[in-house]
């Protein structure tokens, strides 16, 4: 078994747990804060926009059973990553997309991913998510963990509220 982590900003934290949450081969998908230079960030001191941090998940994975490649191509389907000002309704840096890679294979295979994207037309704009070097992770509130399983109709409507479902169905279908 080759343990990994993967850090994804992909907007609202919330959204960002369910989709990678069921596969094998993930073994924890958690919700935090990581980019900016405050340590042990609050989600108030977050969502100010000053501390540098984005809302993001941290993967814990199998890469034997569920390769980096996988989690990537993933994670482009869970955001639109032309968008440089955050994600949906949600506006402002702790918004914006990113790609955080822990070592030097996924920093190439991130870059590889995000020119082929790029390359196959799906997009009509630039893709602007960066890829950068993974900082520290810090864990989100416990109320913000698991979200979509504490709260399901309430996440639901904000999928498809903030418009964050219809953008997915454009681009992707059914998933």
Same mark, same amino acid.
Request: hydrophobic share 30%; aromatic share 16%.
């Given at each position: 078994?080759?343990? +990994?982590?993967?850090?994804?900003? /992909?907007?609202?934290?919330?959204?960002? !747990?369910?989709?990678?949450?069921?596969?094998?081969?993930?073994?924890? !998908?958690?919700?935090?804060?990581?980019?900016?230079?405050?340590?042990?960030?609050?989600?108030?001191?977050?969502?100010? @926009?000053?501390?540098?941090?984005?809302?993001?998940?941290?993967?814990?994975?199998?890469?034997?059973?569920?390769?980096?490649?996988?989690?990537?191509?993933?994670?482009?389907?869970?955001?639109?990553?032309?968008?440089? /000002?955050?994600?949906?309704?949600?506006?402002?840096?702790?918004?914006?997309? =990113?790609?955080?890679?822990?070592?030097?294979?996924?920093?190439?295979?991130?870059?590889?991913?995000?020119?082929?994207?790029?390359?196959?037309?799906?997009?009509?704009?630039?893709?602007?998510?960066?890829? !950068?070097?993974?900082?520290?992770?810090?864990? =989100? +509130?416990?109320?913000?963990?698991?979200?979509?399983?504490? @709260?399901?109709?309430?996440?639901?409507?904000?999928?498809? /509220?903030?418009?964050?479902?219809?953008?997915?169905?454009?681009?992707?279908?059914?998933?």
């Amino acid at each position: 078994m080759t343990v +990994e982590k993967a850090t994804f900003a /992909g907007g609202c934290f919330w959204c960002m !747990v369910k989709p990678f949450d069921s596969y094998e081969g993930i073994h924890s !998908v958690i919700s935090g804060y990581t980019g900016g230079d405050v340590e042990n960030p609050t989600y108030e001191q977050v969502c100010t @926009n000053s501390t540098g941090h984005k809302e993001a998940v941290q993967i814990t994975f199998d890469s034997n059973v569920f390769p980096y490649e996988q989690l990537v191509e993933l994670f482009w389907m869970q955001i639109d990553p032309t968008d440089a /000002g955050g994600q949906f309704f949600d506006r402002g840096s702790s918004y914006e997309t =990113a790609i955080f890679y822990h070592s030097e294979e996924q920093k190439q295979i991130a870059e590889r991913s995000k020119q082929e994207l790029q390359a196959s037309g799906k997009f009509s704009q630039p893709i602007v998510t960066p890829i !950068v070097e993974a900082k520290a992770f810090y864990l =989100a +509130e416990q109320y913000h963990q698991d979200y979509y399983k504490k @709260n399901p109709t309430h996440y639901e409507r904000y999928q498809v /509220g903030s418009g964050r479902a219809g953008f997915k169905q454009k681009m992707w279908g059914e998933q």
